[in-house]
C-alpha cells in the first residue's frame, strides 16, 4: 500500500476491461486515472501485456509529465494523458485505444455524424476528427503536441471536454475521456459501438440525412440534463 | 412472491437474454412481459446493468403508464410499452435495443426489404421503417409519442401488428414484440441477423430484387398458415 | 439401439456442430446423414432447438422422403434432403443452413467468384446460385421441388456433385453435401468464410480478377488429384 | 526428448496460438520456428486439426526442404518456408493462414496503404502484393516458387526483410515472419487487424490519404529506431 494505491487499482481494473470489451489487440490501448488533489495520474506501463497486469505495475505520473512512483517505463502515450488532465480539471480518467471501427474514422479523417439516438444520448455534437499534426509539432514533442492537438480540436469546433468526451486524432486513433477511469471506458466502447454503426449507416444509405436538432436535444437531455429521467 | 412475480420473472428472464443474444452494449435495451388480465406489465429498471438485475427489481407499469409496484425508477421507453400493450391486446412482450444493424437501419430511415426466405419466415412485408416525429411531437411527450408513431407506421403501411411483429423507429432503434416476452427476444435476434444480411445483399448486388410473392406466400404459410408443417 | 442409431449419432453429432461453428441462429439450419445400403437417412427434427436435441430425436427417412422411424415431425427442408440422396448415390450427409454471408449471396442471385486459393481449395468452378422456381414448383411440391432446382443447376453448369460440393438456391439459401454428414458441415463452414471473403473482396477492387486457371488447377489438384499431397 | 524438441515446441506453441486468436478456419494455416545454426525449422504437419496437435508431431526440415525428423507428411507449404529461411538468415518464424481481411486483400491484389500510426508502429511501407505467379512457375515447384516470389517483390519494391514483416501474395492468401515463431504469430494478427481497419477506412472515404512522411517516421522510430521508448 502507498498513497497512490487508489489510482493504481483503479487504473489496472479499468485497464483489465480493454481486452474484455474487445476494444484492444494485444497491447494497443491504455488507461489512466488521475487524484487531481495530488495532481497525480496512474498509468499503463508500455508494453506490457494485459495479462502480466497489477495494480503495483501502474506507473504514477504528475501532470507535468514527470514519473512520481513505479518501477517500469510509462506508456508512450503519456504525455498526452498529462497535458489533457493539466488543462482539463473535471476529469478522472483517460483512455486510448485503436478500436477497429472508431481508428478506421479517424484514418479516413472525418468526423462522425450525429446518425442516431445513440449518438445523441452521448452527445449533441459529431464526434470531432481532429487534423493531423503540422511536420514541426510530430518532430518536436509528439505525444505533448497530441495533447494539444486534441483541445484545440475542440476549442475550433466550439465545444467544451464535458459536453464531447470522445475524440479522433487523424490518422491515428481514438482518446476519451470521464469523471474517472470505468467512465472514460465506457466511452471508448460506446465510440466503438456508434463508429461502427455509422459507417453501416451510411453503406445503407449514402444520403442518410444526420438526427434532427429536436431529437438531439430531447435525447441528451433525458439522459443528462436538469429534468433528466435516465437511471436510478 | 407477489401477485406480479410471474410477469417479472418472465421480463427478467427476458431481459437477460439480450446480452446473451449479443443485441446489447451496457444498458442499451429493455424488456417487458404483460400478463392482459391484470392490465399490467414488468419492465426493466432504468440504467441498471444487467449483471445486476433480479426479478424483484422489474418495475410494475399499468398500461397507461402508471407505476404499481417496485422501488426503482422504470425504463425511460416505459410509455411506448404502454402505449403498445393499450392499443395491441394480443401481444405479452416488448423489446427495445440498439443492436447494431437493425438500428444502422433506422439511422437510415430505410425500411428493410424483403430480400429472402428468412425474412420470409417472419413476415411478407418489408420491415417497416417509421419516420422521425414532428418536432411537436418530441417535444411534447415523447416516449408516449413513439408509441403512436410505430401504431400509426403500422396502419399507413396497411399492416396489422400481427402480421409484423418488428418496427424500425426512423433514426432511434427497433422495438419487436410477440405473444409473449420469449417470442419478442427471438423477434430482436431475428430482425438484428436479417438486417445484417440485407446490407451484405445490397452490397453484393445493389440491384438485388425483392423475393417473388409466390415465394413469400409459401415460406410464410408453411410457418404460420393454417397448414403448416413447421415445427413439432 | 436400433438398426439406425448409428445414422442418428451421425447426424446429431454433425447438427450440434452448426451452433458451435457460428452457422445458425436459432433452429435456421439442419444436417442428415444417409446410410445408403439401407436407402435411409436420419434428420433433425422440425423446430427443435439445438440444445434440446438427442441421436434418438433424429427422424428416420427413406429416399422416398417417408417417415422409417422417429416420434417427432421431421424438418420442413426433408424432401430437398431425400431427392438429394435418392439422385447421388455417393453422398452420405447434406447440410442446409442460413448463414449469414453464404445466404446474402443468395439473396443477391449471383454465384460466388473464385477469387482465390481457399475456394479453388475446394472447388475449380465458381460456387453456383440455382435461380428462383418458376410459380408452379413453387406452388407444387415446394421442397421436393427444391431438390430438382439443386440437381438442374449444377447440370446446366456441367458440373458434378463430385467436383463442387456446394451450392447457393437463389433467395433462399446454401446446401452442401459429401461423403458424411461430417465434412457436409464442413463444407457449410468453408462455403461461409468464403462467401465473406468474396464480398470484402470487391469491396477491396471492385474489378478483382478470378484465379487463373493455372492457379486452380494447381490447387485443386494438389488436395484432390491422383498425386495430392495434402493431409496424412 | 531429442535435439530439435525445443523448435517443435515453439512451432507447437505458435500453431495453437493460430485458432486462439480467430486466425484459422480448420487447418487453414501453419506456423515454423527454426534453429539456425542447426540450419532446420520445425512445421505443422500436413491437414493435421490444431485440437490433435503435440510438439512430438512438429515435423523437422533442413533449409533445401529434406525432412530431418518427424513421422508425419509436413505442412504442403514446407517449401516456401525453406525457401525463406534460406534467404534471410536472421529470422526464427515463420506463418501462413487464410485469415479473412489479409486474404481479401491478397484476392484484390492490393497492397494495403499505410493509413495510419496502427500500421506505422509495425512498417512504414504499404503491406506489399506480389503478384499472381506466371503459369510455369506455377506448374513447375509451385510451393518453391512461391518463396521466391516473396523474396523478389520484395526486392522489387526496394523492401528488405527486415523493415517489413508481412506479405500478401496474390489471389492466395498472406505470410509472415519475425524473430521467432511467437513474433511471426504476433505479426499475422497484426496483420489482420490493420487490413480489416483499411478496408473500412477505404468505405468511410474512398480518397483516404496514406499517412504523411512525418508521421510514419515517428511512430516506427518511436517503437523500433535506436531512440525507441516503447516497450520495457
Known sequence: MN???H???EAYEANMQLPALGLV??????????????GVFAIKPSGVPYAD???????????????????LRFSSDTLTHAVLYKHWPKIGGIVHTHSTYATAWAQAQRSIPVFGTTHADYTTADIPCAPPMSDEMIKGNYEYQ???QIIDCLKNNSLSYEEVEMILVGNHAPFTWGKNAAKAVHNSAVLE???KMAIVTEQINSQAPRLKPALIAKHFERKHGPDSYYGQ
Do not use: H, R, W
Request: cysteine-free.
Open 193 to 195: 459501438y456508434i463508429a
Open 3 to 5: 498513497k497512490y494505491s
Open 25 to 38: 489487440l494485444f497491447t494497443f490501448g491504455n488507461v489512466s486515472a488521475a487524484d487531481s488533489s495530488l
Open 53 to 71: 497486469l497489477t495494480p503495483d505495475k501502474m506507473v504514477v505520473v504528475d501532470f507535468e509529465g514527470q514519473k512520481v512512483a513505479g518501477d
Open 7 to 9: 489510482i493504481q487499482t
Open 146 to 148: 497530441t495533447g494539444f
